[in-house]
Nanobody, 129 residues
């Protein structure tokens, strides 16, 4: 069975840093694009960052550019999100997701537009002012 599990969420103060981790099992990790999404109460789900299998071209939402960094370690089946200079508006449930490296997905363009087949349960990030 495929399992996607996030960890690292916490309650922190504005300006502090946090690193989220995501481990995936039951799949060939290198054959999937990986992404971080987030959803705050009463708001739509937002694509935060994503990275294709090779990890060369990455995407970041404008609101997190310069503050967040996505990375992956295919040998460890692990995805990371380093979050610096956190703001109260970053408060949300953060989800890790995996998308198959198919031609159909590739033709969608930016990886945030891809169809993500597997999702984790989420990890809560709360930033106080």
């Amino acid at each position: 069975q495929v399992q996607v599990v996030e960890s690292g969420g916490d309650l922190v103060q504005a300006g502090e840093s946090l690193r989220l981790s995501c481990t995936a099992s039951g799949l060939t990790f290198a054959n999937y694009a990986m992404a971080w999404f987030r959803q705050a109460p009463g708001k739509e789900r937002e694509g935060v960052s994503c990275v294709p299998s090779r990890g060369v071209v990455t995407y970041y939402a404008e609101s997190v550019k310069g503050r967040f960094t996505i990375s992956r370690d295919n040998a460890k089946n692990t995805l990371y999100l380093q979050m610096n200079s956190l703001k109260p508006e970053d408060t949300a449930m953060y989800y890790c997701a995996a998308a198959r490296m198919t031609l159909t997905n590739a033709n969608k363009g930016l990886c945030v537009r891809w169809e993500y087949a597997y999702w984790g349960q989420g990890t809560q990030v709360t930033v106080s002012s």
